[in-house]
């Protein structure tokens, strides 16, 4: 069992950055697949990005060379720095996990979610 709590999430102009955290608990975390998600009003959940036991990572076309996801074991968290933030990336953003080893941006892959924090990005 993981419980994640995301935080970080807040409004910014387009052009600017966020950094949003997502704190875990429970069982090993170093093991699990991470990802972070996002549902914006009247559209499906998507995937944004995802990092596996060995930090390989995998991006949405939408946001690659403009979000970094990374981990710190130690620390239990989990990050996605936003840069270069535009108006189409305002939604909830969500943290999960997953104990699965295999690489996926499928959110029907993840079993444990956090509650989510919201981004806005204003032009």
């Known amino acids: 069992q993981v419980q994640l709590v995301e935080s970080g999430g807040g409004s910014v102009q387009a052009g600017g950055s966020l950094r949003l955290s997502c704190a875990a608990s429970g069982n090993t975390y170093g093991r699990y697949l991470m990802g972070w998600f996002r549902q914006a009003p009247g559209k499906e959940r998507e995937g944004v990005a995802a990092?596996?036991?060995?930090?390989?990572?995998r991006y949405a076309d939408s946001v690659k060379g403009r979000f970094t996801i990374s981990k710190d074991n130690a620390e239990n968290t989990l990050y996605l720095q936003m840069n270069s933030l535009k108006p189409e990336d305002t939604a909830m953003y969500y943290c999960?996990?997953?104990?699965?080893?295999?690489?996926?941006?499928?959110?029907?892959?993840?079993?444990?979610w956090g509650q989510g924090t919201q981004v806005t990005v204003s032009s």
């Open positions: 990092i596996d036991h060995d930090d390989s990572t």
């Open positions: 999960a996990a997953d104990a699965s080893a295999r690489m996926t941006l499928l959110d029907s892959d993840y079993n444990y």
